[in-house]
Protein backbone atom coordinates (compact mmCIF):
# COMPACT_ATOMS: atom_id res chain seq x y z
CA UNK A 1 0.00 0.00 0.00
CA UNK A 2 1.48 3.65 -0.83
CA UNK A 3 3.56 2.00 -4.00
CA UNK A 4 3.98 4.10 -7.07
CA UNK A 5 3.53 1.82 -9.87
CA UNK A 6 4.59 2.65 -13.90
CA UNK A 7 2.90 0.03 -16.55
CA UNK A 8 4.85 -0.07 -19.22
CA UNK A 9 2.40 -1.62 -22.12
CA UNK A 10 3.95 -3.01 -25.51
CA UNK A 11 1.43 -1.48 -28.24
CA UNK A 12 3.63 -3.22 -30.75
CA UNK A 13 2.00 -4.64 -33.69
CA UNK A 14 3.76 -7.63 -32.75
CA UNK A 15 1.09 -7.77 -29.75
CA UNK A 16 -1.78 -8.60 -32.10
CA UNK A 17 -0.61 -12.28 -32.38
CA UNK A 18 -3.07 -14.55 -31.82
CA UNK A 19 -1.02 -17.34 -29.76
CA UNK A 20 -2.59 -16.20 -26.69
CA UNK A 21 -6.41 -15.96 -27.24
CA UNK A 22 -8.30 -12.96 -28.15
CA UNK A 23 -4.61 -11.56 -29.10
CA UNK A 24 -1.56 -10.53 -26.89
CA UNK A 25 -2.78 -6.74 -26.59
CA UNK A 26 -6.47 -7.44 -25.20
CA UNK A 27 -5.31 -10.00 -22.72
CA UNK A 28 -3.10 -7.79 -21.02
CA UNK A 29 -5.34 -4.83 -21.00
CA UNK A 30 -7.71 -7.38 -18.83
CA UNK A 31 -5.05 -8.34 -16.75
CA UNK A 32 -4.29 -4.39 -16.34
CA UNK A 33 -7.72 -3.79 -15.07
CA UNK A 34 -7.48 -6.21 -13.08
CA UNK A 35 -4.73 -5.12 -11.68
CA UNK A 36 -6.12 -1.94 -11.12
CA UNK A 37 -8.93 -3.37 -8.84
CA UNK A 38 -6.66 -4.74 -6.36
CA UNK A 39 -4.85 -0.82 -6.08
CA UNK A 40 -5.29 0.73 -2.66
CA UNK A 41 -3.73 3.83 -1.86
CA UNK A 42 -1.15 3.53 -4.54
CA UNK A 43 -0.77 5.86 -7.49
CA UNK A 44 -0.60 4.31 -11.00
CA UNK A 45 1.08 5.65 -14.51
CA UNK A 46 1.02 4.04 -17.64
CA UNK A 47 3.19 4.24 -20.67
CA UNK A 48 2.70 3.09 -24.00
CA UNK A 49 5.85 1.94 -26.17
CA UNK A 50 6.34 0.66 -29.81
CA UNK A 51 9.36 1.84 -32.13
CA UNK A 52 8.92 5.25 -29.56
CA UNK A 53 7.33 5.72 -25.99
CA UNK A 54 4.94 7.79 -24.80
CA UNK A 55 3.13 8.80 -21.20
CA UNK A 56 -0.62 7.80 -21.47
CA UNK A 57 -1.48 8.60 -18.18
CA UNK A 58 0.69 10.39 -15.56
CA UNK A 59 1.10 9.53 -11.74
CA UNK A 60 -2.86 8.76 -10.38
CA UNK A 61 -4.91 7.76 -7.94
CA UNK A 62 -7.72 8.25 -9.95
CA UNK A 63 -8.36 4.59 -10.94
CA UNK A 64 -11.25 5.07 -12.88
CA UNK A 65 -8.95 7.48 -15.41
CA UNK A 66 -6.24 4.75 -15.41
CA UNK A 67 -8.91 1.62 -16.17
CA UNK A 68 -10.67 4.24 -19.24
CA UNK A 69 -6.59 4.68 -20.52
CA UNK A 70 -6.16 0.91 -20.84
CA UNK A 71 -9.53 0.57 -22.61
CA UNK A 72 -8.27 2.73 -25.44
CA UNK A 73 -4.67 1.00 -26.39
CA UNK A 74 -4.29 -0.35 -29.41
CA UNK A 75 -1.28 -0.51 -31.39
CA UNK A 76 -2.37 2.83 -33.65
CA UNK A 77 -1.48 5.03 -30.96
CA UNK A 78 2.13 4.97 -31.80
CA UNK A 79 2.79 5.26 -35.77
CA UNK A 80 6.79 4.36 -35.41
CA UNK A 81 6.86 0.09 -34.84
CA UNK A 82 9.41 -1.63 -33.50
CA UNK A 83 10.06 -2.29 -30.26
CA UNK A 84 11.96 0.40 -27.57
CA UNK A 85 11.78 -1.39 -24.26
CA UNK A 86 14.61 0.53 -22.71
CA UNK A 87 12.92 4.00 -23.92
CA UNK A 88 9.88 3.08 -22.05
CA UNK A 89 12.19 2.17 -19.04
CA UNK A 90 13.04 5.73 -19.39
CA UNK A 91 10.09 7.77 -19.44
CA UNK A 92 8.51 5.03 -16.96
CA UNK A 93 11.41 6.52 -14.67
CA UNK A 94 10.52 10.50 -15.13
CA UNK A 95 6.93 9.39 -14.23
CA UNK A 96 7.85 8.63 -10.65
CA UNK A 97 7.42 11.19 -7.81
CA UNK A 98 10.51 12.66 -6.50
CA UNK A 99 11.42 11.54 -2.89
CA UNK A 100 10.35 13.55 -0.33
CA UNK A 101 12.91 14.38 2.64
CA UNK A 102 12.27 11.23 5.43
CA UNK A 103 9.23 9.73 2.99
CA UNK A 104 11.14 6.92 0.49
CA UNK A 105 7.99 5.49 -2.05
CA UNK A 106 8.14 2.15 -3.03
CA UNK A 107 8.52 2.31 -6.51
CA UNK A 108 8.06 -0.88 -9.33
CA UNK A 109 7.60 -1.24 -13.23
CA UNK A 110 5.77 -3.47 -14.51
CA UNK A 111 6.56 -4.19 -18.40
CA UNK A 112 4.36 -6.27 -20.51
CA UNK A 113 5.81 -7.43 -23.70
CA UNK A 114 6.60 -10.02 -25.83
CA UNK A 115 9.66 -8.87 -25.29
CA UNK A 116 11.10 -8.70 -28.77
CA UNK A 117 13.33 -5.83 -28.30
CA UNK A 118 14.49 -4.22 -31.52
CA UNK A 119 15.39 -0.68 -30.82
CA UNK A 120 17.80 0.10 -27.74
CA UNK A 121 19.86 -0.91 -24.91
CA UNK A 122 17.01 -2.26 -22.59
CA UNK A 123 19.06 -3.97 -19.82
CA UNK A 124 21.44 -1.07 -19.47
CA UNK A 125 17.94 0.73 -18.17
CA UNK A 126 17.00 -1.72 -16.91
CA UNK A 127 20.27 -0.95 -14.85
CA UNK A 128 19.61 2.58 -14.22
CA UNK A 129 16.20 1.79 -12.92
CA UNK A 130 17.58 -0.35 -10.48
CA UNK A 131 20.00 1.60 -9.31
CA UNK A 132 17.38 4.42 -8.54
CA UNK A 133 15.57 1.66 -6.44
CA UNK A 134 12.91 0.59 -9.18
CA UNK A 135 12.25 -2.94 -9.32
CA UNK A 136 11.06 -4.21 -12.34
CA UNK A 137 8.86 -6.89 -13.09
CA UNK A 138 8.29 -8.31 -16.62
CA UNK A 139 4.94 -10.08 -17.80
CA UNK A 140 5.18 -11.83 -20.95
CA UNK A 141 2.97 -11.86 -23.53
CA UNK A 142 3.06 -14.70 -26.13
CA UNK A 143 3.95 -18.11 -26.19
CA UNK A 144 7.44 -20.07 -26.80
CA UNK A 145 6.24 -21.11 -30.23
CA UNK A 146 4.88 -17.48 -31.35
CA UNK A 147 1.90 -17.02 -33.92
CA UNK A 148 1.72 -14.90 -37.07
CA UNK A 149 0.74 -11.00 -36.72
CA UNK A 150 -2.02 -10.02 -38.27
CA UNK A 151 -1.86 -7.59 -41.24
CA UNK A 152 -4.55 -4.82 -40.54
CA UNK A 153 -5.84 -2.82 -43.03
CA UNK A 154 -8.45 0.03 -42.85
CA UNK A 155 -8.98 -1.70 -39.35
CA UNK A 156 -9.65 -5.25 -40.59
CA UNK A 157 -7.69 -7.85 -41.01
CA UNK A 158 -5.97 -8.89 -44.31
CA UNK A 159 -4.30 -12.42 -43.67
CA UNK A 160 -0.74 -12.05 -42.08
CA UNK A 161 2.57 -9.42 -42.34
CA UNK A 162 5.30 -10.90 -44.42
CA UNK A 163 8.97 -10.06 -44.50
CA UNK A 164 10.57 -8.77 -47.72
CA UNK A 165 10.64 -12.70 -49.02
CA UNK A 166 6.99 -13.19 -48.67
CA UNK A 167 7.17 -15.30 -45.52
CA UNK A 168 4.68 -15.15 -42.96
CA UNK A 169 6.42 -13.21 -39.86
CA UNK A 170 5.97 -15.17 -37.08
CA UNK A 171 6.50 -13.45 -33.53
CA UNK A 172 7.72 -15.07 -30.67
CA UNK A 173 7.83 -14.83 -26.44
CA UNK A 174 11.55 -13.80 -26.01
CA UNK A 175 11.46 -14.98 -22.28
CA UNK A 176 15.20 -15.19 -21.59
CA UNK A 177 15.74 -11.03 -21.80
CA UNK A 178 12.34 -10.66 -20.04
CA UNK A 179 13.56 -12.75 -17.57
CA UNK A 180 17.31 -10.88 -17.60
CA UNK A 181 15.50 -7.38 -17.53
CA UNK A 182 13.64 -8.67 -14.37
CA UNK A 183 16.67 -9.95 -12.52
CA UNK A 184 18.53 -7.13 -13.55
CA UNK A 185 15.79 -5.01 -12.29
CA UNK A 186 15.53 -7.03 -8.74
CA UNK A 187 12.34 -8.06 -9.92
Not at 120 to 144: C, F, N, P, Q, R
Not at 162 to 172: I, P
Request: charged content about 25%.
Amino acid sequence: EGIEVVIAVDVSNSMLAEDIRPNRLERAKSSIKRLIDDLTQDKISIVLFAGDSFLQLPMTTDYSAAKLMVSTMSTDLIEKQGTAIGSAIELGLESFSDDQEGEEVNKVMIIITDGENHEDDALSAAKKAEEKGVIIYTIGMGSIDGGPIPNIVNGRPQGFITDNSGKTVVSKLNSNMLQELASIGGG
